[in-house]
């Protein structure tokens, strides 16, 4: 059984950093994608940033540059390092997993890697509010 928990979130001020980690169970190595989707207020989920079973690294345009996800499966831990904080970073941030089979399969008739549905599994979220 997959399990995901997030923690890290904080109030921080526009331009600072925080670190997102998501303590994963059930989860081997390759079998699945990893990534981090947020969600503000009044708005739909948004993909952020993805690893897929190759360990290639994927990025949304708005965070591109400025966020870094990376896995440590030694700790069995998915990490988000966020810098250059900005206040529309504000929202619930959620560590999510997917099955490689189903994502590969799923994938070509998807608008795109961050598309909410190919992601079976979700954690509760974490908090993360920007001020200007």
């Known amino acids: 059984q997959v399990q995901l928990a997030e923690s890290g979130g904080d109030s921080v001020q526009a331009g600072g950093s925080l670190t997102l980690s998501c303590v994963t169970s059930g989860v081997t190595d390759r079998s699945y994608y990893m990534g981090w989707f947020r969600q503000a207020p009044g708005k739909e989920r948004e993909g952020v940033a993805a690893i897929d079973s190759r360990g290639r690294l994927i990025y949304a345009d708005s965070v591109s540059g400025r966020f870094a996800i990376s896995r440590d499966n030694a700790k069995n831990t998915l990490l988000l390092q966020m810098n250059a904080l900005r206040p529309e970073d504000t929202a619930m941030y959620y560590c999510?997993?997917?099955?490689?089979?189903?994502?590969?399969?799923?994938?070509?008739?998807?608008?795109?890697?961050?598309?909410?549905?190919?992601?079976?599994?979700w954690g509760q979220g974490t908090q993360v509010t920007v001020s200007s």
């Open positions: 999510v997993a997917g099955d490689s089979l189903q994502i590969g399969l799923l994938l070509p008739s998807a608008p795109s890697l961050f598309t909410p549905e190919l992601w079976d599994y």
